[in-house]
């Protein structure tokens, strides 16, 4: 089966405390991107790659980071430095990052700092 | 600012009757609009969109107009049935679609009553 898998779930973090999303895609799509949920809120866009090993900051970028080793993996990090992390988080993936490309979303990561 | 704006966060409407789901923007460089679908706790998932050379386009139950002039955009569902009770998200993008430059709305739960 063709998607993205969004891992874990559910995931809990300690104030202070590092923590990866894990996202990886199996449609060899080259573009990737990260989006962030809040109550009554929009997508709002963390990152995104159109390319292994490139990336660009989104509207949101303060206190995340991202790599991209691999076309089919584009994990994002939520740093002890973001101020409110709580939120529910989407990893997407296009064919390409220009154009009128669908984006095709995984099941989305909650994330509750406890 | 929102560009995006969905400014009913809900409607609820009768199984076989017309679902009129609303979105306005004010941004006129804004050449491309999608609708996504959102179940609870899933990824959204791509419905269908319209280029703005365009002001209707139509696929099967769901069909999107697009109103220049009044920046406004609206998707209906015909007949509405119990299995299209998600939230719909409006975006738009001035770069012909690309899915990095996209903006969100704040999304509309649509309740389809059998």
């Known amino acids: 089966d063709g998607g993205i898998t969004q891992s874990p779930k559910y995931l809990f973090r300690k104030e202070g405390q590092n923590v990866t999303l894990s996202c990886e895609q199996n449609l060899n799509h080259d573009a990737m991107y990260w989006y962030r949920q809040d109550p009554g809120q929009g997508l709002r866009l963390i990152y995104y790659?159109?390319?292994?090993?490139?990336?660009q900051k989104g509207d949101i970028a303060e206190g995340y980071s991202v790599s991209r080793e691999k076309k089919e993996s584009f994990p994002l990090t939520v740093t002890s430095a973001q101020k409110n992390p709580t939120a529910f988080y989407l990893c997407?993936?296009?064919?390409?990052?220009?154009?009128?490309?669908?984006?095709?979303f995984g099941q989305g990561t909650r994330l509750t700092v406890v | 600012d929102q560009q995006v704006k969905q400014n009913s966060p809900s409607l609820s409407v009768q199984e076989g009757r017309i679902s009129i789901l609303n979105c306005d923007y004010t941004n006129s460089m804004f050449d491309y609009f999608l609708w996504y679908k959102k179940y609870p706790a899933e990824g959204p998932t791509f419905l269908i969109s319209?280029?703005?050379?365009?002001d209707k386009n139509e696929d099967g139950r769901f069909t999107v107009f697009l109103n220049k002039s009044a920046k406004h955009l609206s998707l209906h569902i015909v007949p509405s049935q119990p299995g299209d009770s998600a939230v719909y998200f409006c975006a738009a993008s001035a770069y012909g679609g690309a899915t990095n430059k996209l903006i969100f709305g704040t999304g509309t739960l649509l309740a389809v009553q059998p």
């Open positions: 997407a993936s296009s064919i390409r990052g220009e154009g009128n490309t669908e984006a095709f």
């Open positions: 319209i280029s703005s050379i365009k």
């Open positions: 790659s159109q390319i292994v090993n490139d990336f």
